[in-house]
């Protein structure tokens, strides 16, 4: 399950639900806000994940599930990006585990909420990118920053705020110099933290502020539009099968 970006009201109710009567907790202590734990039953048997590796995870949970147990694993935002669940799956198909995925509030979507800003607007962007830039893991041919930034729309970042100058530097290969840009720290927790620039001078910005790791980024024009044409949807003009 996705808890959410760290807020834990921005939990949904169904993952609370199966946190309620999980008879097994295993969670991304890196990430997870703890107070997500208190919705489990007082007795419930609690792991920390960032302290194992995959083999010592899966086998609590194939274990605890044969036993007839209920298992929740509890990953941080929503578990389908970065979320390393498939080779968890892939363990338990094997092992004859059955599963459901229940989706959480990325942290996409809660920087782009502490921003207050929409990352697709009308003649703006309608495309929005999300990536990673390669590091110790890289990334495929034809995902290259560099490769992505042709497009121009609205890009999201995770895990490169360490290297945000040499992602500045990719970027700017095809977004001018000038783009806005915002790295969100920890967005929705208590001690969230924002910075704007643009690609010519966020690296600057950032490495003053001390943000290192835990942080989005987020890049386009949708940040700073000025005047943009309003979306046909509530257009009096626009008609659709709602409204004549």
């Known amino acids: 399950m996705g808890a959410g970006p760290g807020d834990p009201e921005l939990i949904t109710l169904k993952a609370v639900r199966a946190l309620e009567r999980a008879d097994v907790v295993i969670y991304a202590g890196s990430l997870v806000n703890r107070d997500i734990l208190e919705y489990a039953p007082e007795d419930a048997e609690v792991h920390n994940s960032a302290h194992m590796d995959l083999r010592e995870i899966t086998d609590i949970m194939v274990d605890a599930c044969r036993a007839g147990k209920t298992v929740a694993r509890v990953h941080t935002g929503d578990p389908s990006i970065y979320g390393a669940i498939k080779e968890q799956i892939r363990v338990l198909e094997r092992e004859g585990i059955p599963y459901t995925i229940i989706p959480g509030v990325s942290s996409v979507f809660a920087a782009a909420a502490a921003l207050n800003t929409e990352l697709t607007l009308p003649e703006i962007s309608q495309t929005v990118i999300i990536t990673r830039p390669a590091g110790r893991t890289p990334v495929p041919p034809?995902?290259?920053?560099?490769?992505?930034?042709?497009?121009?729309?609205?890009?999201?970042?995770?895990?490169?705020?360490?290297?945000?100058?040499?992602v500045a530097e990719k970027l700017m290969t095809h977004y001018p110099p000038e783009t806005p840009v915002a790295v969100v720290k920890r967005a929705s927790w208590p001690d969230e933290e924002i910075v704007r620039g643009t690609l010519s001078d966020i690296?600057?910005?950032?490495?003053?502020?001390?943000?290192?790791?835990t942080a989005m980024i987020i890049v386009g024009r949708v940040l700073e539009p000025g005047d943009f044409k309003p979306s046909k949807l509530y257009d009096a003009g626009f008609s659709h099968e709602y409204r004549p």
């Open 203 to 213: 690296a600057e910005r950032v490495r003053a502020a001390g943000i290192g790791k």
């Open 142 to 166: 034809g995902e290259d920053l560099e490769e992505l930034a042709v497009h121009g729309s609205t890009m999201c970042i995770f895990l490169g705020v360490h290297m945000i100058g040499e």
